[in-house]
C-alpha cells in the first residue's frame, strides 16, 4: 500500500469515528506501520500484518479513546506491546506519554520508532507494572492509565490503579464480553476505584464490537498492591 492509498483509506476511515487526520498525522502513522511490518518479519510484534487490516485494527482501535485524553494529561500504556494504543494517541494528542512494555525487544522497537518519528515527550520503559508501579517516580503520577487486550479486568486493575492520581482515570479497552466487568467489583473496591463509563462501540470496517470501560480513581491504593510478579494473575482480587 503507497502513501496516498493509505491516507486516503486512513482519513476515511477516521471521518466514519468522528477522529480528523491531518497530513503529518498520516505521514508519521505511515512511516510507523512500514517499520512495524518490516521489523515483524524478525521478531513477533503483531499477527495484522495487512495494511488495511493495521490500519483498522491497530490505528482506529487505538485512536477510539481519544476523546478521554485532555491536552496535559500525563499517560502511561501498560503492556504497550508494539506501541498500541500508546503511540497513535501520542501522534494525535500529542500528550506526555510513557509506554511499558516486559519484553526488551519490543522496547528496542519503539525507541527505533520514537527516533525515526521525531517524537517528543515519550519515554519506552523495560519493567513489569507489579516493579515499576512501586516505584515513587511513578507511582500515582499519572492523570490517565491505559491499556489493550492485557489482561481480565480484576487482574488489569491492580496494574493500572497504582499509577494513577486520585481523580485520575484507567481506560481498559476490552472486546465484545462484558462477563469480567461484572466480576471486578471486589478489586475495584480494594484498589480505590469506581467504574464512571462504559461506551460500546464498533470499528468502522469490520464492525468489530469495542466496549471502553473508565474507572475513576476515587482513593489511594493500598501500598500492599501491586502484589509481586505473578500473585495478580494466579490470585486475582
Given amino acids: 500500500m503507497n502513501y496516498l492509498e493509505?491516507?486516503?483509506e486512513l482519513v476515511k476511515e477516521g471521518n466514519e469515528i468522528s477522529i480528523d487526520i491531518n497530513e503529518d498525522m498520516a505521514?508519521?502513522?505511515?512511516?510507523y506501520m512500514q517499520l512495524l511490518i518490516e521489523k515483524n518479519k524478525v521478531m513477533n510484534l503483531t499477527a495484522i500484518v495487512d495494511p488495511k487490516k493495521i490500519i483498522e485494527k491497530h490505528f482506529i482501535d487505538s485512536l477510539l479513546i481519544q476523546e478521554y485524553i485532555k491536552k496535559g494529561d500525563k499517560v502511561i500504556d501498560i503492556g504497550t506491546?508494539?506501541?498500541?494504543?500508546?503511540?497513535?494517541?501520542?501522534i494525535y494528542k500529542n500528550n506526555n506519554i510513557v509506554l511499558l512494555d516486559s519484553l526488551n525487544?519490543?522496547?528496542?522497537?519503539?525507541?527505533?520508532?520514537?527516533?525515526?518519528?521525531?517524537?517528543?515527550?515519550i519515554q519506552a520503559i523495560h519493567s513489569r507494572a507489579e516493579e515499576l508501579g512501586r516505584n515513587?517516580?511513578?507511582?500515582?503520577?499519572?492523570?490517565?492509565?491505559?491499556?489493550?487486550?492485557?489482561?481480565?479486568?480484576?487482574i488489569l486493575l491492580e496494574y493500572?490503579?497504582?499509577?494513577?492520581?486520585?481523580?485520575?482515570?484507567?481506560?481498559?479497552?476490552?472486546?465484545s464480553n462484558l462477563e469480567e466487568?461484572?466480576?471486578?467489583?471486589?478489586?475495584?473496591?480494594?484498589?480505590?476505584?469506581?467504574?464512571l463509563e462504559i461506551k460500546n462501540c464498533r470499528l468502522p470496517e469490520s464492525?468489530?464490537?469495542?466496549?471502553?470501560?473508565?474507572?475513576?480513581?476515587?482513593?489511594?491504593?493500598?501500598?500492599?498492591y501491586p502484589r509481586i510478579s505473578g500473585i495478580p494473575t494466579k490470585k486475582p482480587l
Fill in 6 to 8: 493509505f491516507k486516503n
Fill in 27 to 31: 505521514k508519521k502513522l505511515y512511516d
Fill in 81 to 90: 506491546g508494539a506501541g498500541f494504543p500508546g503511540i497513535p494517541i501520542k
Fill in 105 to 121: 525487544k519490543r522496547i528496542n522497537f519503539l525507541n527505533e520508532v520514537i527516533e525515526k518519528l521525531n517524537l517528543n515527550n
Fill in 136 to 154: 515513587k517516580e511513578h507511582r500515582e503520577k499519572y492523570d490517565i492509565v491505559v491499556s489493550r487486550a492485557v489482561a481480565k479486568m480484576n
Fill in 160 to 175: 493500572m490503579m497504582p499509577f494513577i492520581k486520585i481523580g485520575g482515570k484507567c481506560i481498559c479497552m476490552k472486546g
Fill in 181 to 195: 466487568i461484572d466480576n471486578c467489583k471486589n478489586a475495584l473496591s480494594e484498589l480505590g476505584g469506581k467504574i
Fill in 207 to 224: 464492525k468489530e464490537e469495542r466496549n471502553i470501560v473508565i474507572v475513576e480513581k476515587i482513593k489511594h491504593t493500598g501500598e500492599k
